[in-house]
């Protein structure tokens, strides 16, 4: 680590991860050196919330399906966060604690997988952020009726504000919108994500137009929290985009939750899934083949080799998020 700071680089303009923006992070939240994060600035023109700030959108959802033509979808970059560490030496920082971690599980899942459960609730998710209104891709899935849960930085910048033009398209397959795609009305993350940059809390729910759930053949993901990490094997899926991979469909690690972040609190896996792959769901299955629970999101990795992958830890903080806004 390099002293007490660490950085998350976040592609831009279809440039590689070194060359985008720097955004310094200290104790676990974005450092603005000194300035309010955008949300701190513009608090009265958000939806707000005891545990969540929000936003409404400003396009219509006929005008934000207009906007994302195939071309625009196809050229969409992946948003990472990568925090550096030292060399990427992951393993010297000492703030770091872990367990024993099962052998990774990846896997491309096939055709067959869009169709079933989980497949049918997991989607890929447009929007635009940033000064320049970059169009970006992030991972995300149906919690309930037409809430969609993704990661809080997929939503929105502590730099620049709320991401706008989000679509999710559920089923996403090699460019294919099996089962159509869905704007949203209403953003919404958590205070300490969208006031202060924090990845304790980067999570966030998206407010749909209508009700996603009826064409993912009723299926969702409830929420479950206060797990032992240690003891759970969690399912991350998502649609990793940066190299090896290409967004276009579906990858799966398998993992126990063997590390913990002592910097940001959160839980990591033993997964290489990259950029793109943000806001997708760690899930692990109830008591019969048709039911998952969601127990994290795809939130950051260190930089190097694509190692462990890190969920903001869900707890009751994560629950009275989730019931202040779903209905």
Request: net charge negative; proline share 4%.
């Amino acid at each position: 680590m390099k002293g007490t700071f660490v950085a998350v680089c976040v592609v831009v303009v279809g440039v590689s991860v070194a060359c985008g923006v720097v955004v310094r992070v200290v104790d676990g939240h974005i450092d603005m050196s000194g300035k309010e994060t955008w949300g701190q600035q513009h608090k009265s023109e958000m939806l707000v919330g005891d545990h969540y700030v929000g936003m409404k959108m400003a396009r219509s959802p006929e005008e934000v399906r207009a906007f994302w033509t195939s071309e625009r979808m196809k050229s969409a970059i992946p948003l990472d966060m990568e925090l550096e560490e030292g060399d990427g030496a992951e393993r010297e920082n000492p703030r770091v604690t872990r367990g024993s971690c099962s052998p990774n599980y990846d896997q491309k899942e096939n055709t067959t997988f869009y169709n079933r459960t989980p497949g049918v609730a997991v989607g890929k998710v447009f929007f635009r952020q940033g000064l320049f209104n970059t169009a970006y891709v992030c991972s995300g899935s149906v919690t309930k009726d037409n809430y969609v849960m993704t990661a809080g930085h997929c939503v929105y910048d502590p730099l620049t504000g709320f991401s706008t033009d989000f679509l999710f398209v559920p089923g996403y397959y090699e460019g294919e919108e099996p089962r159509g795609s869905y704007a949203a009305v209403n953003l919404y993350t958590t205070s300490g994500w969208g006031l202060y940059g924090m990845f304790t809390w980067d999570y966030a729910i998206a407010e749909l137009e209508s009700n996603v759930e009826e064409v993912a053949k009723g299926k969702n993901f409830p929420l479950v929290v206060n797990l032992d990490a240690g003891s759970t094997v969690y399912r991350s899926y998502g649609y990793a985009a940066d190299r090896p991979y290409d967004g276009e469909t579906v990858h799966q690690c398998t993992s126990e939750g063997c590390v913990i972040d002592l910097i940001y609190s959160t839980i990591g896996i033993y997964c290489d899934q990259t950029g793109g792959a943000s806001g997708g769901p760690w899930l692990i299955p109830g008591k019969t083949d048709s039911l998952f629970f969601i127990a994290g999101v795809n939130s950051y990795h260190y930089n190097g080799p694509h190692i462990y992958l890190y969920s903001p830890y869900f707890n009751s903080d994560t629950q009275d998020f989730y019931d202040a806004i779903v209905k």
